[in-house]
């Protein structure tokens, strides 16, 4: 890694935003109380939160449509 021009740039280096993302990302509809998730459910409602949260919810959509 470039750890010094990273952190001239400006990025981060550290897991701490990356976790802090899955917490909120993750935690807040997977592991809520009483929830059980199969592996193909959970994949496919954590993709939706991800394309919301990242901002490509549409641009995803777009690209259904054509497949």
Request: charged content about 20%; glycine content about 12%; hydrophobic content about 35%.
């Amino acid at each position: 890694m470039q750890y010094k021009t990273f952190r001239e740039t400006g990025y981060f280096i550290g897991s701490g935003v990356v976790e802090a993302g899955c917490k909120t990302v993750v935690g807040q509809r997977a592991k809520q109380s009483g929830m059980f998730w199969s592996v193909q459910g959970a994949q496919c409602v954590l993709s939706l939160r991800c394309c919301i949260a990242g901002d490509t919810f549409d641009k995803y959509w777009e690209q259904q449509k054509v497949a």
